[in-house]
Structure formats: structure tokens, C-alpha cells
């Protein structure tokens, strides 16, 4: 039987021209499975007012609106939030909800303060989704800050926790925020009445209102959340919408 | 690595083929192993290409957030290389023009590759940022801002702190340690133990140091040396 005969180059050319067809295939198809989702880190979108103005306190009504959660991530969840970042931006006293996948998605008030790569939380009573809440985190004075939750319905000011840590700052620059676990986690999301606890213990209209520059990239580098962005409608309100889609949302 | 093989490999190949090929095939030969060597150079350059990209999500990646309602600090959020919404200022000089403590450079690190300060602030709110390059651990940001806290009150801080440890709902960790000098530091830890950071009070100035690849020891060593300095100084 004749067996085909090949030179030796021929043979490495053969085997090249394999080689590179394998890695270009892989090449190609690697992203897709690689970078996948980003689930951890977070995404997060920061709006603050001015960080010269002393904030003791931050507060506003936020829009608890269910969202998809991104079913590839072990983390599935979603929040917006009121807070008072020292500055230096290295801590963070916040109130706000926290939306968990589940047969509905659940809702909670939380609390949580931060302290450089250290963090602690605390929740309260479930809420419902397709309503307004309002959340304020505030110090009463002191190093230790309080988070509270307004439902509107005519009870007032729940608590959310008092066991906060010493946060070794009383005032620092109100932000508001945005955040999300995966990418295929939504974020739109409206925050309104803005405001402020001042030195005098009240609570002024945020001056002004801008996105934050140092807060809130994503782990993909993007300043603000993949796929949406910022719409400011005055110093106290503003949507986060989704790229394309209708803006203001809600 | 992949490069340096391939290349070796291609090298390799041509010396064999040169060596094996009768003169009569030669033009051929020569040309189809040209031709494997270009496409094996082609062949090392995507597989660095690739590996690059593999790595991109992780080289790109920006410290996440602070903040949440979720992860801490694997530090969310805010940017390593403009932490603090500054604006970079050519000197030291020219930073310590914004505050009223004097401003303390990282012994043996040279001078800061850069100096960024929060601008528009009085002086007791200004912040400090002093950035090095670390040939062991990369970027360094080392902060310098006044502070009004006591040594007392910033032993609450660190006991508060500490007492979360392992609690629900607390994620990464607090670690009291004490300087070299005598003085309480508070380094918190990532969950997974891949970032660490400092803190101090020395004198009126509360001094941080953090960076993207900060471990325990590295804070502990970087906060010791700054805060000797930190005492001739004075």
C-alpha cells in the first residue's frame, strides 16, 4: 500500500496550520465564556451633592422597583441607598432597600456601615415593591450613625438599627446610590426630596447634584453601571435609566 | 513564556528542516518552514494575545465599592488612582500650602509619583493623598488628613470595629495592631484576605494607607516605617 509521502516542513506546516486554527477558535470563543458576567465586585452608581457641604445626615424617597436579578450570580441582588461617605471616601454610613431573588422577590430596610475593607449590616421589615419609601442614615451627634425607614403610611419613622459601630466621623458628603449584583441585574431607579441633615440638625435641599467621579466604577472600569445612565431632573431628583430605553422612566 | 517556546520551537524546526532536506528540495523546504515559523510566531502571538485577555477583567478591574447594601470595599467603588476626587499638585510644597499639619513623605520610597488634594476645602477638611510606586506592592496611596479625634476616641473606633468580627451580616474583617512606636492601628481585610489597609492617629493627623495589592504585613511594614518618619519629623 502506497503511503502518501510528506517532508518533513510539510509535516510542520500541517501541524502549524492546526495549531494556529485551534488557538484562533479558542481565541474566539474564550470571551464569550470568560468574561461571562461581571457578579462580584459590584456595579454601583454614585450621585452626591458637594463635598464641601457638611452632611450629618442624608435622606430620600426611593421608588422600590423590581427589578431582574441576575440569575448567574450566587449573589443575586439589587439596592439603592442614601449615604454619608467620609472625606476621604474610605468609610460609609447608608440606609436604603435591598432586593433578594426569591417566588416574589423580597424587599428589606437595611442599614450598613463601612470602614475601609470592613463592613456590617442590619436589616428590619420586609417592604413591598411598586411603592415609595423614604430612607435617611444621620449621626445624632456623634461618630455613631442611625438608619431609618418611612413607609407613607401615616406611622412615621421606623428604625431600622441603632447598633451601628463607631464610624470615627459625624459628617461627611451626602451621596445617593444605585447598585447591582451581575450584569443582567436592572437598575433603573429613581431617587426624589434629596436632602440633607446640616450642623443645626436640619435638613436642607441638596444644593447641587452630580455624579460621582471616584465612587462608583464598575468592575469593568465603566464609571457608573454598564448599559444605563444618569438623568438629573432637578437638585433633588434624578432617574437612573436604561441606555435606549424611555428617560425619565417612571 | 508561550512566546519565548514557540519562537524556540520555530528556530528549532527551521535547523532541523535545513539539516534533513536534500539540496534538490531545498527552495521548497526552505519556503514551507518560513512559513510554519511566521505562522508559529502567528500562533505564540495569539496564545499571549489570548492570555491577555483572559487576564483583562482582572488587570482593568477597579476597586469595588464601598458601599452597599452589599461587598464592602473589595472596595467598590472608588478609583485607586484618583481616590479622593482630587486634583494632582506639583509639589509637596504646594500640598502642604492646603493644611495645617506638615506633610510626611514614605521613607525609602522616593518622592511621590503623585500628589493629590480635595480641593475647595478648608484646611481642617482638606485630604491628602500621597501616591508611590511600590516595586513589591504597586500603587500605594498613603493618606494625611487632620482629624479631631483622640487617641481615646479612635481606640473606640478600633474596639467597635473589632467586636464585628464574624457577626451576621459583617463581611470582610477588623484587626487591632500596635506601631512600632506604641500607637493603635486598626487594618481591615477583604473576605477573601486579598486586601488589606491601615489606619492611624499621630498627633492632630489621621494617616491611612491602602492600594490595590496591600496584604496585613505590607500595611503593617509601610505604617511603621511612615510612622517613625512621621515622629522625627516631629
Not at chain 1, 442614601?82 to 436604603?96: C, K, L, P, T
Not at chain 1, 411598586?130 to 428604625?159: I, P, Q, R
Not at chain 2, 528542516?17 to 531545498?26: G, I
Not at chain 2, 478591574?61 to 461587598?71: E, I, L, N, V, Y
Request: aromatic share 8%; with cysteine; glycine share 8%.
Amino acid at each position: 500500500m502506497l503511503q502518501p509521502h510528506f517532508s518533513l516542513p510539510m509535516r510542520i506546516l500541517t501541524v502549524t496550520v492546526l495549531l494556529v486554527g485551534l488557538i484562533v477558535i479558542g481565541n474566539i470563543v474564550r470571551p464569550a465564556v470568560a468574561h461571562a458576567d461581571y457578579c462580584d465586585p459590584e456595579d454601583a452608581l454614585f450621585i452626591q451633592q458637594d463635598k464641601s457641604v457638611d452632611a450629618y445626615g442624608s435622606e430620600a424617597n426611593i421608588y422600590l422597583r423590581d427589578r431582574d436579578l441576575d440569575q448567574s450570580c450566587s449573589d443575586r441582588a439589587a439596592w439603592s441607598m442614601v449615604n454619608v461617605i467620609s472625606r476621604d471616601y474610605n468609610n460609609n454610613a447608608e440606609a436604603g432597600y435591598r432586593e433578594l431573588d426569591g417566588s416574589p422577590h423580597t424587599f428589606t430596610a437595611r442599614v450598613c456601615w463601612q470602614m475601609g475593607n470592613a463592613q456590617s449590616c442590619s436589616y428590619s421589615a420586609s417592604l413591598n415593591a411598586g411603592n415609595w419609601y423614604a430612607f435617611k442614615v444621620a449621626s445624632l451627634g456623634s461618630n455613631y450613625f442611625d438608619g431609618w425607614y418611612d413607609s407613607h403610611d401615616g406611622t412615621g419613622w421606623h428604625l431600622i438599627s441603632s447598633a451601628g459601630p463607631d464610624m470615627g466621623y459625624s459628617n461627611g458628603i451626602a451621596m445617593a446610590e444605585t447598585g447591582r449584583h451581575g450584569e443582567n441585574t436592572g437598575a433603573l431607579d429613581h431617587h426624589k426630596g434629596l436632602t440633607y441633615k446640616n450642623a443645626l440638625g436640619d435638613w436642607p435641599d441638596w444644593a447641587q447634584q452630580f455624579k460621582s467621579t471616584t465612587y462608583g466604577r464598575s468592575p469593568d472600569g465603566v464609571n457608573g453601571i454598564p448599559g444605563y445612565n444618569y438623568d438629573k431632573i432637578s437638585n433633588t431628583e434624578y432617574e437612573v435609566c436604561q441606555n435606549g430605553g424611555s428617560c425619565p422612566w417612571q | 513564556m508561550p512566546e519565548r517556546w514557540f519562537l524556540s520551537m520555530a528556530v528549532r524546526t527551521e535547523l532541523a528542516a535545513k539539516a534533513q532536506s536534500p539540496d534538490t528540495s531545498s527552495s521548497y523546504a526552505w519556503s514551507a518552514s518560513r512559513v510554519a515559523i511566521v505562522m508559529m510566531t502567528l500562533a505564540a502571538c495569539l496564545l499571549v494575545g489570548g492570555i491577555l485577555t483572559a487576564c483583562s477583567p482582572a488587570l482593568s478591574a477597579t476597586r469595588s465599592s464601598h458601599s452597599d447594601g452589599g461587598a464592602p470595599a473589595d472596595a467598590g467603588g472608588s478609583s485607586w488612582q484618583n481616590p479622593i476626587d482630587g486634583v494632582a499638585v506639583a509639589s509637596l510644597p504646594d500640598a502642604q500650602q492646603d493644611v495645617d499639619f506638615p506633610l510626611v513623605t514614605m521613607p525609602n520610597m522616593g518622592s511621590p509619583s503623585t500628589i493629590l488634594v480635595t480641593p475647595n476645602e478648608s484646611a481642617a477638611d482638606t485630604v491628602v493623598v500621597l501616591q508611590y510606586q511600590s516595586s513589591s506592592s504597586g500603587l500605594i496611596n498613603v493618606y494625611e488628613e487632620a482629624t479631631t479625634m483622640s487617641s481615646a476616641e479612635f481606640q473606640n473606633v478600633i474596639n467597635s470595629w473589632v467586636a464585628l468580627n464574624g457577626q451576621a451580616n459583617t463581611t470582610g474583617s477588623s484587626t487591632a495592631v500596635t506601631l512600632s512606636n506604641g500607637l493603635p492601628g486598626l487594618i481591615t481585610t477583604t473576605s477573601d484576605g486579598s486586601n488589606s489597609d491601615i489606619r492611624w492617629i499621630q498627633g492632630a493627623v489621621e494617616y491611612t494607607i491602602r492600594g490595590p495589592s496591600l496584604t496585613q504585613q505590607s500595611c503593617t511594614t509601610f505604617a511603621n516605617s511612615l510612622a517613625g518618619a512621621v515622629s522625627a519629623a516631629g
